[in-house]
């Protein structure tokens, strides 16, 4: 399998929402039922919830924005936007998850998610140039937190079907395929929409500089579609890609060492006590001397202790 993508085409999207819709069932997430999600700071959006969370992987974003000329008449136009994991290409949160929760796979460059393996430590957040891995508490503080994101529906995606999201949407606005050709057609209608005076139509994710498998042909630019347009990633990363293969390579002569020790140690062989409970002395059997003098005084040599008590309940 060649490396593959989704593309989001902003022109096609009529905010429907039927692809947040595909992913809560898919995925079996929970929706609650409120207004905006946020009923304390209703702002009056249509975007629902406002922001991906712990239980939300896609939203379709509400952005406001000029009319078109040929919509003159209207009162605001909208550049619908797609926010979600954008399934980067060598992914800066899977570079610094110390724990292997996150993997990229090398079929489709999808970045998966392992909840199980997660320890909830947050790295890939502050790694993540786009915002993206959210935490699910759960109830009660004492509660597994657990990783929410877009997995690009590898577990359909291998059994040969598109992502729920794709496999819904009404105007063709999703489509999954081989990531070069959906490049060229994302490209091209860019050059499309330009022709029909959308000077500033662009493609995401497409850049040599930062390739992603999520791919956008967004009709008003980037900015107006609530799009990051230059990914930054912190410089921390870079070091961790560097510093990891080291950290492997000393974790593992560490573990060759624990083995080393542990080898060395079976050589060990703790002495025979025995214990003579009249005098409280405790004598090295192996040696033939008092290791521990009791409180008790008696005539007895180091050698009687040990005839009289070898067997007896204290020795060991
Ligand atoms: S299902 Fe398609 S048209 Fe509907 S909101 Fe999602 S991307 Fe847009
Ligand atoms: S968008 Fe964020 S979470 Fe998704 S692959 Fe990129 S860095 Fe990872
Ligand atoms: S690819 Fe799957 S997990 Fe990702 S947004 Fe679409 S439905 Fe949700």
Redesign the pocket.
């Known amino acids: 399998m060649s490396e593959k993508a989704i593309l ?1 085409d902003s022109s096609k ?7 947040q819709v595909a992913c809560k069932c898919w995925n079996e997430l929970p929706s609650p039922t409120e207004l905006n999600a946020c009923a304390a700071n209703f702002t009056g959006t249509y975007q629902n919830p406002p922001d991906i969370n712990g239980i939300t992987r896609l939203i ?1 974003s509400f952005n406001e924005t000029e009319p078109a000329a040929a919509l003159a008449t209207k009162p605001i136009g909208w550049a ?1 936007g ?1 926010r979600s994991c954008q399934h980067c290409d060598n992914a800066p949160c899977v570079a610094v998850c110390p724990h292997g929760a996150l993997t990229q796979d090398p079929d489709t460059g999808f970045v998966n998610v392992d909840q199980a393996q997660c320890v909830g430590c947050g790295y890939c957040s502050s790694a993540c140039p786009f915002d993206v891995p959210r935490y699910d508490g759960g109830d009660g503080p004492l509660a597994q937190l657990h990783l929410e994101k877009c997995t690009g529906c590898l577990d359909r995606v291998r059994h040969g079907m598109e992502p729920a ?1 794709v496999a ?4 063709d ?2 489509t999954f395929g081989d990531r070069d050709e959906l490049v060229a057609t994302a490209r091209e209608k860019v050059a499309w929409l330009r022709e029909r005076g959308y000077e500033n139509a662009c493609v995401a994710g497409d850049s040599e500089d930062y390739p992603t498998h999520v791919l956008h042909v967004l009709k008003y630019g980037c900015e107006a579609h609530g799009m990051v347009e230059h990914p930054q990633v912190p410089a921390t990363v870079e070091m961790t890609r560097v510093m990891k293969p080291i950290t492997g390579a000393l974790s593992g002569l560490t573990v060759v060492g624990l083995a080393a020790m542990f080898g060395l140690a079976a050589g060990y062989k703790r002495s025979k006590l025995a214990y003579n409970p009249e005098t409280g002395d405790t004598i090295d059997v192996d040696k033939g001397v008092v290791v521990k003098q009791g409180d008790g005084q008696d005539e007895m040599s180091v050698m009687e202790h040990i005839t009289e008590n070898i067997g007896r309940k204290g020795g060991r």
Do not use: H, S, V
């Open positions: 989001f999207c009529t905010a429907c929402k039927g692809c379709i619908f797609r999201c819904t949407c009404q105007p606005a999703l």
